[in-house]
């Protein structure tokens, strides 16, 4: 199993490192290290992430420092659809399926 980022991830990953470049940038490596770990984890280990029926029947979510890493499980690969801040809205964040 893989996993693919969705359109929807890649903005959040530009977002997030458009911020850590102009406030630290070591920190924003170091996230993206342990973003990218996660990633792999869920190749081997696809239903880490807690469920999050509320938002999306099919939505995974796992959590690395103040960000989630909502996702979804295919029978070939693990698909990124957002990584957002896990202070934000997220029923508001959501209202706007499918990504």
Known sequence: MNFILAPSAIAD???????FLEKNVEAGEQLFQKFNK???SLTRF?????LYPKLHPEIRGLL???YIIFYRISSESVE???IVDARRNLLELF?????
């Not at 990953?13 to 911020?19: A, V």
């Not at 696809?46 to 807690?50: D, F, M, S, T, V």
């Not at 209202?95 to 990504?99: A, L, S």
């Open 80 to 82: 990124i659809v957002r």
């Open 13 to 19: 990953l530009k977002e997030i490192s458009d911020y």
């Open 46 to 50: 696809p239903k880490l992430g807690k």
């Open 64 to 66: 690395e420092q103040n």
């Open 95 to 99: 209202k706007e399926w499918p990504y």
């Open 38 to 40: 996660r990633f792999e």
